[in-house]
């Protein structure tokens, strides 16, 4: 089973970028569907982006045209670009991957084999 470790959090302001990484040990990284969720004080963690092994990819309505999810297989990493930051993407950010790809994502999220142990970004206004 991998496990996770995410970096590249931190403080930027409204308008600007940053690029997650999710660092995945293990040698069967490829097998797994990889995501990124987010939650902020009060609310559930949700599901942003996802890619599966094939690199289909899945965006919330919320963060279409603004974030980017990719992978690197050969570095066993999973990025998140986000570009066009507002004060509302203030969360934590938590990486998460299974070797499935289906309702368990959007409707048990904490079902799912391995979550990272999340990275806090603040967006100031």
């Known amino acids: 089973q991998v496990q996770l470790v995410e970096s590249g959090g931190g403080l930027v302001q409204a308008g600007g970028s940053l690029r997650l990484s999710c660092a995945a040990s293990g040698r069967t990284f490829s097998s797994y569907a990889m995501g990124w969720f987010r939650q902020a004080p009060g609310k559930e963690r949700s599901l942003i982006a996802a890619?599966?092994?094939?690199?289909?990819?899945y965006y919330r309505d919320s963060v279409k045209g603004r974030f980017t999810i990719s992978r690197d297989n050969a570095k066993n990493t999973v990025y998140l670009r986000m570009n066009s930051l507002k004060p509302e993407d203030t969360a934590v950010y938590y990486c998460?991957?299974?070797?499935?790809?289906?309702?368990?994502?959007?409707?048990?999220?904490?079902?799912?084999?391995?979550w990272g142990q999340g990275i806090l970004v603040t967006v100031s206004s």
């Open positions: 890619i599966t092994w094939h690199n289909v990819t």
């Open positions: 998460a991957a299974d070797r499935r790809y289906g309702s368990t994502w959007y409707r048990e999220p904490m079902d799912l084999e391995v």
